[in-house]
T-cell receptor, first 111, second 113 residues
Framework: EDQVTQSPEALRLQEGESSSLNCSYTVSGLRGLFWYRQDPGKGPEFLFTLYSAGEEKEKERLKATLTKKESFLHITAPKPEDSATYLCAGLSGGGADGLTFGKGTHLIIQP | KAGVTQTPRYLIKTRGQQVTLSCSPISGHRSVSWYQQTPGQGLQFLFEYFSETQRNKGNFPGRFSGRQFSNSRSEMNVSTLELGDSALYLC????????????FGPGTRLLVL
């Protein structure tokens, strides 16, 4: 059974304090690893897709990386508006089960 | 380009009733997926439709069903509602295949009393 585990569950940082969120996955024949951001009461907002180990993508203060077992979302010098829940999801080789999501990391950036 | 839209945004039903939720994908997107989000289980895949056919299905009981129309709009139906069906139901669209980015709508918040 495909599984995605995110850690930590919650993280509180000071503005400007860089950190990383972890996403460990056991997804057979991974066809894609997706990162989303979700604000309260809203649908997930797409951030990145990674397709192969070693791949990296950046957007503003965020950088996502992928290995054969994990993905990391690095947040550099975060601002209060980066506060949200960050979700990681994997798509398996069969594709039969849609995206398998982790439970998310609830990130709070204090001014 | 307009995003994914879902109606209604909020819904209150009682146990035993049925409910129909609607999703309009991004223009040109032909794949529509549905997910259930609850605090305990997180986001779970319900099913995916493409060209009016169910292409993939998650592990939910038969009370959960869906369909897709020729214009790619999709509906999902839940019959004989249970308290545990209270959740945020999210619809996502992608151009053709699940590997392509799935863009989510705002969701329909369903409360079953």
């Amino acid at each position: 059974e495909d599984q995605v585990t995110q850690s930590p569950e919650a993280l509180r940082l000071q503005e400007g304090e860089s950190s990383s969120l972890n996403c460990s996955y056991t997804v057979s024949g991974l066809r894609g690893l997706f990162w989303y951001r979700q604000d309260p009461g809203k649908g997930p907002e797409f951030l990145f897709t990674l397709y192969s180990a070693g791949e990296e993508k950046e957007k503003e203060r965020l950088k996502a990386t992928l290995t054969k077992k994990e993905s990391f979302l690095h947040i550099t010098a975060p601002k209060p508006e980066d506060s949200a829940t960050y979700l990681c999801a994997g798509l398996s080789g069969g594709g039969a089960d849609g995206l398998t999501f982790g439970k998310g990391t609830h990130l709070i950036i204090q001014p | 380009k307009a995003g994914v839209t879902q109606t209604p945004r909020y819904l209150i039903k009682t146990r035993g009733q049925q409910v129909t939720l609607s999703c309009s994908p991004i223009s040109g997107h032909r794949s529509v997926s549905w997910y259930q989000q609850t605090p305990g289980q997180g986001l779970q895949f319900l099913f995916e439709y493409f060209s009016e056919t169910q292409r993939n299905k998650g592990n939910f009981p038969g009370r959960f069903s869906g369909r897709q129309f020729s214009n790619s709009r999709s509906e999902m139906n839940v019959s004989t509602l249970e308290l545990g069906d209270s959740a945020l139901y999210l619809c996502a669209s992608s151009p053709d295949t699940p590997e392509e980015t799935q863009y989510f709508g705002p969701g329909t918040r369903l409360l079953v009393l």
